[in-house]
């Protein structure tokens, strides 16, 4: 069992930047995938990007130039730097390890 924590959402406008937060407890050897989803109003969750523990990364076509995802193994963390957002970024962002665990949440509201 895997416990997700994430942190760092909150208000920001257009054009700003914000890094999110994800820290792994619990059974966290050999955590192989770990990544970034969100899901806004009325719509399905979908990938933001992922990351693997030898550093390869995968990204949506269209937010792979404003976000980046990076991770500490050593401390088993995840992070997204945001930057340049946009109000249609508006959602609640979820960490995922291993394809299976999921965190609650942090929401981002990005305003006009």
């Known amino acids: 069992q895997v416990h997700l924590v994430e942190s760092g959402g909150g208000l920001v406008q257009a054009g700003g930047s914000l890094r999110l937060s994800c820290a792994a407890s619990g059974s966290v050897f050999g955590i192989i995938t770990m990544g970034w989803y969100r899901q806004a109003p009325g719509k399905q969750r979908e990938l933001v990007a992922s990351i693997t523990s030898d550093g390869s990364t995968n990204y949506a076509d269209s937010l792979k130039d404003r976000f980046t995802i990076s991770r500490d193994n050593a401390k088993n963390m995840v992070y997204l730097q945001m930057n340049n957002l946009k109000p249609e970024d508006t959602a609640v962002y979820y960490c995922?390890?291993?394809?299976?665990?999921w965190g609650k949440g942090t929401l981002v509201t990005v305003s006009s």
């Open positions: 995922r390890v291993s394809y299976r665990y």
